[in-house]
């Protein structure tokens, strides 16, 4: 193991980073950002880099480290993207090693022998273990810390961890050695927040937006949400996806529900066994077309590249958390599908969990406001994505690429129908559940009713135009909007100022018109994100990777870590005859070519021989 790492670390540090990036990674350019976020990193700056999921953050680190003297420390949240960023950069001959909870005794061993002999370029940790490690570290010639899911450091990040703020100590420890720190989700608050405890001096900041166009975007109204899972999952029956739940107990439902009907689906949540957990985390990691049902326990740090697709069976928390989730798919650039599902209760949950936390009430105020951006764009009219984008501060056109842009809705002055709901809210002393609103609304008497002398009130049955469901839609709107509110802990309804301007007709409303026909609205199919091959070529790609899942599985490593889907898409459709044609497609470094390179022409050639 030993000799291993050591022989991993022969990198040539005289070499322009875009030579490394060919010969070592396999790639003939930089993606948008890499470059000068390399460049400042080289030339010694401090740097914080915000970027989309799957711009390629890991290659901002990795490339400096290896064109320069000394270790570079990376602090990374999970085990598993450790591991696999490990096992990846060492398939393309990087000398790297991760001290984790699940390292062995001779794994341990061999990578303090490489710190002892000065081989090892990059060390995977987690915050967790940086204490333990602190004297270790000491003298390992520290000369770059690069800090992953930096979000992670500010208590204004949906994913704070208290142990990221042990980075700024160990800093001091170390000499204060660079510091390259990197997310995908951070605010104006959140970067702040980050700059002032990770940096002595304020870091070189680089903002690459926010946008993943291969991604499709869509919301949808729960209109039985079990057919809507399943469809949209059957929809994309052998590809790799995620469907995220808000609670253990309907995750299990879910997972159980889909394998029900064939599909390859597995449970992930903190109830499970840890022996579980990290079983169906490796499947899914290292085969293709298993679906992962999840709470948001799974995901953070998964280096996955060929998720197809990630649903939301009920609302995410806010919108980092689910711009965070839906850049778990599409890490490759290809095409991703994403769908999130909500209603009335996840609003409600999602309002009672912020205010049942522990948290100061400067903290759940702007819970609530980052809650609220979500349902505005859970409820827009316009875009998704120039909704999404707004939220970040970025402007756009309209994307042609979300559910919004394929079938823009229709929208109605909805300024009567909400004084009549926030009527009967006001009229029964904003007391009530939405059931009994609605019965109010559509003149549903019953022995309750006459008890109250709801019956009896001016609002009783003036609603007769819409249905129930409608109704519904109409307070779901209303609530998003931030007309009315609901009592997190009794589940009644009340208004806010500004829903009583709305009442007293200083402020008009408008409504989706689709979302007040539910009953009536055609549920959208699901469609798999294209990726256009031929038939021919499509027959060579399975081909391509069934030998490399065998090589993955003879390897121990994911499937991804052989080489990524792009690669063997771009295999199948030019069908290189010789090594040098071979090392022009996308990821086939030098390292790669001489481990992988005969197999896979001679598997090229065979196919096109008819064998």
Wanted: with cysteine; net charge neutral; glycine share 8%.
């Amino acid at each position: 193991m030993r000799q291993r790492i050591a022989s991993l670390g022969l990198i040539a540090k005289s070499m322009p980073p875009l030579d490394l990036l060919k010969s070592v990674f396999g790639y003939e350019s930089f993606r948008p950002g890499q470059e000068e976020i390399i460049a400042a990193i080289g030339a010694g700056e401090d740097v914080l880099a915000i970027m989309p999921t799957g711009a390629g953050k890991s290659l901002c680190f990795q490339v400096p480290a290896l064109a320069r003297d000394g270790l570079t420390l990376v602090i990374s949240p999970l085990v598993a993207l450790m591991s696999d960023q490990v096992s990846a950069l060492r398939q393309n001959g990087v000398a790297a090693g991760a001290l984790t909870s699940a390292s062995s005794e001779a794994e341990r061993e061999a990578i303090f022998s490489a710190l002892r002999d000065k081989t090892l370029k990059l060390l995977y940790m987690a915050p967790e273990r940086l204490g333990l490690a602190q004297a270790m570290l000491s003298r390992a010639g520290v000369t770059l810390i690069a800090i992953d899911e930096a979000h992670c450091v500010s208590q204004w990040g949906h994913d704070f961890r208290p142990d990221y703020l042990r980075i700024g100590e160990l800093a001091e420890a170390l000499g204060h050695p660079q510091i390259a720190a990197f997310t995908a989700t951070a605010d104006a608050e959140t970067r702040k927040d980050i700059a002032a405890r990770l940096f002595r001096q304020p870091p070189r900041l680089f903002l690459f937006g926010f946008d993943r166009p291969n991604l499709f975007l869509s919301f949808f109204p729960k209109l039985g949400p079990r057919s809507q899972v399943s469809d949209f999952v059957a929809a994309h029956k052998g590809q790799s996806g995620i469907v995220y739940c808000a609670s253990r107990k309907k995750v299990e439902a879910l997972a159980g529900l889909l394998v029900a009907k064939g599909i390859d689906a597995l449970p992930y949540h903190a109830g499970l066994p840890h022996e579980t957990r990290q079983a169906n985390q490796t499947r899914f990691s290292r085969e293709d077309g298993v679906v992962m049902v999840a709470t948001v326990a799974f995901g953070m740090g998964i280096d996955k590249p060929d998720v197809r697709f990630v649903m939301h069976a009920d609302l995410p928390a806010s919108v980092e958390a689910y711009y965070q989730e839906i850049g778990r798919a599409g890490r490759d650039g290809l095409p991703a599908n994403t769908q999130v599902l909500y209603g009335i209760d996840d609003i409600k949950l999602r309002r009672r969990q912020i205010e049942e936390s522990d948290a100061p009430a400067e903290r759940k105020r702007i819970d609530h406001l980052r809650l609220n951006a979500l349902l505005s764009i859970a409820e827009a009219p316009r875009c998704r994505r120039q909704s999404l984008l707004a939220y970040f501060g970025e402007e756009s056109a309209p994307c042609g690429n979300c559910d919004l842009c394929r079938n823009p809705p229709e929208t109605i002055d909805g300024t009567v129908p909400a004084q009549k709901a926030l009527s009967a809210i006001a009229r029964t002393g904003q007391r009530f559940g939405l059931e009994h609103l609605i019965a109010i609304l559509v003149g549903e008497d019953g022995e309750r009713m006459r008890e109250l002398g709801h019956n009896r009130l001016p609002t009783f049955g003036v609603g007769s135009e819409f249905d129930k469901g409608q109704w519904r839609g109409v307070f779901r709107q209303l609530y998003a909007a931030g007309y009315a509110s609901v009592d997190p802990e009794f589940g009644g309804w009340g208004m806010t100022e500004e829903g009583r301007a709305v009442l007293r007709g200083n402020a008009p409303v408008l409504l989706r018109k689709d979302s007040l026909k539910p009953r009536l609205q055609k549920r959208a199919r699901s469609r798999a994100p294209a990726i256009e091959l031929d038939t021919d070529d499509a027959s060579l790609l399975r081909v391509l990777k069934s030998m490399r899942r065998d090589l993955a599985a003879e390897a121990n490593v994911p499937a991804y870590v052989i080489f990524a889907d792009r690669t063997l898409i771009e295999m199948a459709e030019h069908r290189p005859r010789t090594k040098a044609q071979m090392a022009e497609i996308h990821g086939v470094g030098t390292r790669k070519l001489a481990s992988f390179g005969d197999i896979f022409l001679a598997a090229i050639r065979d196919f096109e021989n008819g064998r």
